[in-house]
């Protein structure tokens, strides 16, 4: 059965503000998860917003960790019921989609959420929560760097060259972002990451503001 709410809040987490979603944006390899995952491992409080899936649970993987796994059918009745921020079907048939429903409990209840999503898709979450989100867009150093990323992770030729071509319009997205973070090294750029988040935590009220972090 999908859950009501993808996300086990603990209370004492709770802000006496609304909460913040942090986004976190950038091209296919440039290390947005790795980023994530070293940063959620020494904060607390910031949960992170795990997207709805319909491809296969892979071994390693459960439930929340790091989607929700559903099945087609209960995936297309949630786009009927308008349940998704955001959704889109990729080149293996499978739904990816985020969870509207969390967003919208977690910003009312106070509790502050991290996830990422393309360009697009992001777009579209400043649109419906302009006031209580961070956006961030982490860049590579330079292109050279991330093709190498890229050949260094994956075999398949076409899947590297697909990747790269979309490059271009997720770059020219970056001056929309409130941060822009250059992922130069891993561990600096995790700092830097963890002090964004918790600066925009400390503040009451946080207004985008454009900034290059490197």
Known sequence: MVPDIFIP????????????FFILSGPSGVGKNTLLSIVLQGMSGVYYMPSATTRSMR???????????MSTNEFEQMIEHGQFLEWKKIHTN???????????????K?????????????????????DHICTIFITPPSMDELSQRLH????????????????????????????????D????????LRKIIEEVRS???FKGKRQMMR
């Open 9 to 20: 809040f603990r209370p004492e987490d709770r802000q006496d503000r609304p909460g913040y």
């Open 59 to 69: 071994a390693g993987e459960s439930q929340l960790n790091p989607y929700v796994f």
């Open 94 to 108: 499978d739904y990816y989609g985020t969870h509207l429903p969390s967003i919208q409990f977690a910003i009312e």
């Open 110 to 130: 106070g509790f502050d959420i991290i996830t990422d999503m393309d360009v697009l898709g992001c777009e579209d979450a400043v649109v419906a929560f302009s």
């Open 152 to 183: 260094g992770r994956d075999s398949d030729v076409k899947s590297i060259q697909t990747r790269l071509d979309r490059v271009e319009l997720e770059m020219k997205h970056q001056d929309q972002y409130d941060f822009v973070l250059v992922n």
């Open 185 to 192: 090294d891993l561990e600096e750029s995790a700092r830097r």
């Open 203 to 205: 503040s009451k009220e």
